[in-house]
């Protein structure tokens, strides 16, 4: 069974300096995996995704995350937080099985950007 | 990418009635998946919606408590029957595109009371 991991419910970053969200996963296959943003009352947003290539994944509003097989990490990363990133991240995991694009969902980090 | 739309956006539901929620697409999908967020916690998947067959359900999730409909490759209904307080959450429509990332609508929050 496939797994994800965010072991931080809560990021605090002050504006400006860099911000890190992590993530884990455990598959048994090559993971295809996925940032997501949730502001409040509102849906998911598809942030980023790593499917094969370069470890470094660039996505929208400036993040980016960073693939590491022998860690199993997908973290997500911006090099200057701003206040309008505070929101929840999902990380998440799909293994290719012709299945269709059914996603198994870390717990969540709540990211704060302050002034 | 593709567009979806839910309805209703939100509603308060009285404990034993059913409410169904509507999932429409701007683009012919083969799968459509109905997620489940209950408050403070992560998604967790009900089931796929596959046109033309019957839903596919997760452990957990049985179809008499979760009817699914999928009447075409563009709109699926998922319907939470005889309601109880703990199945006040957000549902979400969620779609694949290109067999990689999954959109997702803004999502119904129910209030069950």
């Known amino acids: 069974a496939q797994s994800v991991a965010q072991p931080e419910d809560q990021v605090n970053v002050a504006e400006g300096n860099p911000l890190t969200v992590k993530c884990t996963y455990s598959?048994?296959?090559?993971?295809?995996l996925f940032w997501y943003v949730q502001y409040p009352n509102r849906g998911l947003q598809f942030l980023l995704k790593y499917i094969t290539g370069d470890n470094l994944v660039k996505g929208s509003y400036g993040f980016e995350a960073e693939f590491n097989k022998s860690q199993t990490s997908f973290h997500l990363k911006k090099p200057s937080a701003l206040v309008s990133d505070s929101a929840l991240y999902f990380c998440a995991v799909r293994v290719y099985t012709g299945g269709g694009n059914k996603l198994t969902f870390g717990t969540g980090t709540q990211l704060k950007v302050e002034l | 990418s593709a567009v979806i739309s839910q309805k209703p956006s939100r509603d308060i539901c009285q404990r034993g009635t059913s409410l169904t929620i509507q999932c429409q697409v701007d683009s012919q999908v083969t799968m459509m998946f109905w997620y489940r967020q209950q408050p403070g916690q992560s998604l967790t998947l009900i089931a796929t919606?596959?046109?033309?067959?019957?839903?596919?359900?997760e452990s957990g999730f049985v179809i008499d408590k979760f009817p699914i409909s999928r009447p075409n490759l563009t709109f699926s209904t998922l319907t939470v029957s005889n309601m109880s307080p703990e199945d006040s959450s957000i549902y979400l429509c969620s779609v694949g595109v290109g067999n990689t990332e999954a959109f997702f609508g803004q999502g119904t929050r129910l209030t069950v009371v």
């Open positions: 598959v048994s296959g090559n993971p295809y």
């Open positions: 919606a596959n046109q033309g067959s019957e839903a596919t359900y």
